[in-house]
């Protein structure tokens, strides 16, 4: 069961990564970046809500909420924001392939950090994915005094879409010992949307009225966004049933 949530989520993840590309192919200024959060906020608030009606369900703690809440910093807030951004510069293929080095940086923080250990083929990969990164950053320094303008911009690209995996793998480390605490996993979804949700307004709202936002995206009805929301959502469910299936098999 587990490897089958694995590749719902990673299919999910796809399907909405594509749906964004061709989002922005009609949103120049927009990186779908709020209303992919708004979709996620309807979809995994139903979800939570139904999942307490239909259940007893876990007692919700505030160590718990905490979890979710810091993920929700680092995952749905700051990495799904870089990620999209370098979408803009490489495309969602290698946005999404530099992106996917996100498992690495989560080990590697849950071993500096949370006392965790590492050995056998995890250590084996973590070492792989280093190099592949090490070969592709000394290719492209290598390229850097004869870098076009296009390729200026494929670098901060991959940049951005580094920092994405950095911030991703580090919010998928505090979404464990949430799990742990409090093994909702829509709740744990709903939570981190929507502590990202209330930080982008924040951001946005240096620029444009929050509510003006709102509309604006309302408005807009970019139907490529709508569907990676919901695709987000999903995505982000089934993450969060891995992790409680993983609890409970423990």
């Not at 003006?212 to 695709?231: E, H, L, M, P, S």
């Amino acid at each position: 069961m587990g490897f089958i949530l694995a590749l719902l989520t990673g299919l999910c993840f796809a399907i909405s990564n594509i749906l964004v590309r061709k989002g922005m192919a009609h949103s120049q200024k927009d990186n779908g970046v709020l209303t992919t959060l708004l979709v996620n906020l309807i979809v995994l608030g139903g979800a939570a809500l139904l999942f307490r009606l239909l259940t007893e369900g876990q007692p919700i703690t505030w160590q718990g909420l905490g979890w979710f809440a810091l993920a929700g910093v680092f995952t749905t807030f700051l990495g799904r924001t870089t990620l999209f951004m370098s979408f803009r510069h490489i495309g969602p293929t290698r946005g999404t392939a530099v992106k996917n080095s996100a498992p690495m940086f989560t080990v590697l923080f849950a071993v500096l950090f949370l006392g965790e250990a590492v050995a056998g083929l995890p250590l084996v990969g973590i070492i792989l994915v280093l190099c592949g990164l090490f070969i592709q950053g000394y290719y492209m320094v290598q390229q850097g005094p004869d870098l076009s303008v296009d390729k200026g911009r494929e670098r901060k690209g991959y940049f951005i879409a580094l920092t994405s995996a950095v911030v991703f793998g580090i919010g998928q480390a505090f979404r464990k010992p949430g799990m742990e605490i409090m093994s909702d996993p829509f709740l744990g979804a709903f939570i981190s949307a929507s502590v990202a949700s209330i930080l982008f307004l924040s951001v946005e709202a240096r620029e444009t009225r929050i509510f003006t936002q709102i509309k604006r995206q309302i408005k807009a009805k970019n139907i490529y966004y709508i569907g990676a929301g919901v695709f987000t959502s999903f995505a982000m469910i089934c993450f969060f049933l891995q992790l409680c299936l993983y609890q409970f098999l423990m």
